[in-house]
């Protein structure tokens, strides 16, 4: 709409990027939020519906304009690696390798230091989910590396989650700190109905950003036949997976005022938010 981009979120952390889906304009959508592309490391496609991935060739010759060589990594459902090199018959030289990871069940895998989970979604075409963690390691426990005879030149390479050989032997960060502590998780689910699992893969998210596609209540069978979700169906699933706060998006293009209907899910999940372009968070590790 002209007042609203296709679907796109750039989740970023320790100066890395991904990005999740890549409709028509997301690089000005970036532009808009004051967002660059030369940090995104990996793209993440949901399924591939034009209105999430028309945007990539565009994309990927602005990140070799702008003087890329690093490779990039490109995730989504099976065939994803056909999907992209047939757009990019319009980008067919990109001076950067395009690596390619394709849905298999218990996909898990790392950028930078982001752990992203894949999770199959119930939409017209084959589509998926992710969870994004940061993991966070444990205090250091004095008492746990004298216990382990751990010399004192290696607890500060250890203390940042490194291995260290002292005097022939291998120290190992597990010897000098305490129980995993609470990281960082954000869960992104669209196009889709409720599954279980959505609820288990965006259990104990911090942000839940789940597609709300209808705001009227009374559009279920509609919602059901388009395989999409109302605010309403989005907002107990947020309550289920006891999610800290749930953004909605994607919202049908007959929605002009989703804040219409934002009362839908406020009454089931009080910490839920309508989507719009540009809207951010920072998450911050809890002080633990």
Known sequence: ??????????????????????GEGTQIALKCAEQKVKPIDTICITHFHADHISGLPGLLLTMSNEGRTEPITIAGPVGVGNVVRSLCVIAPQLPYRVDFIEYEKGLCFKSADIIIKAFPLRHSIPCIGYSFELKRSGKFDTE??????????????????????????????????????????????????????????????????CEGMFGDNDLLSHAKEKRHMLFSEAASLAVSAKAKKLWLTHYSPSLKEPEEYIQNALDIFPFTECGFDGKTIDLQFPEV
């Not at 709409?1 to 890549?22: A, E, F, P, T």
């Not at 203390?159 to 992104?188: C, D, F, H, S, W």
């Not at 959505?198 to 950003?209: K, Q």
């Open 1 to 22: 709409m002209k007042n609203r981009w296709l679907s796109s979120c750039l989740l970023s952390s320790n100066g890395h990027s991904v990005l999740i889906d890549c």
């Open 144 to 209: 746990k590396a004298k216990l382990n005879n751990v010399p004192l030149p290696a607890w500060s390479r250890l203390q940042k989650m490194e291995e260290v050989e002292y005097n022939g032997r291998v120290y190992t960060p597990n010897m000098v700190l305490g129980a995993e502590r609470k990281g960082i998780k954000v869960t992104y689910a669209t196009d889709t109905r409720p599954t279980s699992a959505i609820y288990e893969n965006a259990l104990d998210s911090d942000l839940f950003i």
